[in-house]
Structures are given as structure tokens and as C-alpha cells.
């Protein structure tokens, strides 16, 4: 699997990472901004506080902000699997995507061939589960919506990035399902991260007969992936 050629954009904004930690998790992102060269400025501007590993651009272009050795500043309050410290342990990579407040569209097919080799490559690198292949939306249901439904989480899943039910299961009691899943909560929030992510077309934060069924199969494949 080859990565393209990382274009080196080294951002100030990272620190070290918490000892004995393990980097077991990888958090995808859309920049949310309506063009890439202002995401790389923001990224890079020790005022904002904020920056990911690695951005791709819509042209397949792989921007290098932080290396993996360090903490980058993507997460924000969150919460997976019991863990708050999220930036202590993952990988962050950000999408050029003006996002749901600037608008929103589709992520182009280089950028998901790249993000997908670029993906491929951290998964060899760290101790990363399927089940900790992650949207920022699942990790902070109730302030974020990225990658968001345009997202193909089904297709990462079949280059083998990331888990995608192999078929729905009966439904068993959707509290414990949601957090064997790895969700913090059972909000309507997080109902709708979950169906942002595994059932696009509708995103209601209901928990109707289809995403029941679609919650134990997910959580059928965080077993089986365990
Ligand atoms: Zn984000």
C-alpha cells in the first residue's frame, strides 16, 4: 500500500503524549472550513489551539501537521469506551470539507484513496482496533457532526478500515448495546451520531425497529473484533 508523497505543513500546536498511553485510536475529521489553505492556516496557528496528524485535501494531497509520536489537539471534550483523554491516544486526520455550515458535499474519490492509504498506514503502525476507527461525531455526539452521513464509512470498512455490521442482529436492550458499541451515553445526541454513521439516509436520533437492529449488529462486530 503506497502513501502518496506527505507534504510536511509542521503545526505548533501539539505537545507530548501521556506516558503508557497507547495510541489505540484513530478520529476522523472534516476541516469545516470553506477552503483547505484556510483549515492549514487555522491548523497552524498557535492562537487556535488546535491541529490533527495528518489533513487531506479534496485533490488526494496529504498534508503532514504533527508527528504521530506527538499529542495534536483535535478532539475536544470527548468521551469513547470510558476514555476522556482521546488526543493522548489517537491518531487525528482532518478531510477538506466545508461541512454542514458551509456546505456540506460530497468527499471526492482521491481523497478517500488517499485517506484510505494513509489510514491503511497508521493501522500498521499502532495497536488500533476496528472499533476504535472513529468519527469525531462519535466521540462528541452532542457538539460535533463530522465526517458527517456523507461520510462512506461502509466503504473504509470494506478496504478494512474500520467495522461495518455484517448483517443486523436481534435487538437486545439498546442502553447496554450503545455502550458496548463504545458510546458514552444513550441521548437522542448520541442515537443520531450512530445513524449519522451507520444509517445516512435517515438521522432522526430515534430508536426505531431498523437502528435497533443495526445497533446489534454493530455491536456483534465490536465482539467479534474485540
Ligand atoms: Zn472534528
Known amino acids: 500500500m503506497n502513501v502518496r508523497r506527505i507534504v510536511e505543513r509542521p503545526s505548533p500546536n501539539f505537545d507530548d503524549r501521556p506516558d503508557a498511553t497507547p495510541i489505540d485510536m484513530l478520529v476522523l475529521h472534516y476541516t469545516g472550513m470553506t477552503s483547505t489553505e484556510a483549515a492549514l492556516d487555522r491548523l497552524?496557528?498557535?492562537?487556535?489551539?488546535?491541529?490533527?496528524?495528518?489533513?487531506?485535501?479534496?485533490?488526494?494531497?496529504?498534508?503532514?501537521?504533527?508527528?504521530?509520536?506527538?499529542?495534536?489537539?483535535?478532539?475536544?471534550?470527548?468521551?469513547?469506551?470510558?476514555?476522556?483523554?482521546?488526543?493522548?491516544?489517537?491518531?487525528?486526520?482532518?478531510?477538506?470539507?466545508?461541512?454542514?455550515?458551509?456546505g456540506y458535499r460530497d468527499f471526492t474519490a482521491p481523497q478517500m484513496a488517499s485517506l484510505a492509504d494513509l489510514a491503511f498506514a497508521v493501522l500498521s503502525r499502532h495497536p488500533i482496533p476496528p472499533r476504535n476507527v472513529l468519527g469525531h461525531s462519535d466521540i462528541a455526539p452532542d457538539r460535533k457532526l463530522d465526517p458527517g452521513?456523507?461520510?462512506?464509512?461502509?466503504?473504509?470498512?470494506?478496504?478494512?478500515?474500520?467495522?461495518?455490521?455484517?448483517?443486523?442482529?436481534a435487538e437486545g436492550d439498546a442502553l447496554s448495546l450503545l455502550a458496548e458499541c463504545g458510546y458514552d451515553t444513550a441521548t437522542r445526541q448520541v442515537v443520531a451520531a450512530f445513524q449519522r454513521r451507520y444509517r445516512p439516509q435517515r438521522i432522526d436520533g430515534r430508536l426505531?425497529?431498523?437502528?435497533?437492529?443495526?445497533?446489534?449488529g454493530v455491536a456483534a462486530a465490536v465482539r467479534r473484533t474485540a
Open 44 to 102: 497552524c496557528d498557535p492562537a487556535a489551539k488546535v491541529s490533527a496528524h495528518y489533513l487531506v485535501d479534496g485533490d488526494g494531497a496529504v498534508y503532514g501537521l504533527v508527528p504521530e509520536s506527538k499529542r495534536a489537539w483535535h478532539a475536544g471534550l470527548a468521551c469513547w469506551r470510558g476514555h476522556r483523554g482521546i488526543n493522548g491516544r489517537s491518531i487525528g486526520i482532518e478531510l477538506a470539507n466545508p461541512g454542514h455550515e458551509f
Open 149 to 169: 452521513e456523507r461520510f462512506d464509512w461502509r466503504g473504509m470498512a470494506d478496504r478494512g478500515i474500520g467495522l461495518w455490521p455484517s448483517a443486523t442482529a
Open 208 to 216: 426505531d425497529q431498523e437502528t435497533r437492529s443495526l445497533l446489534g
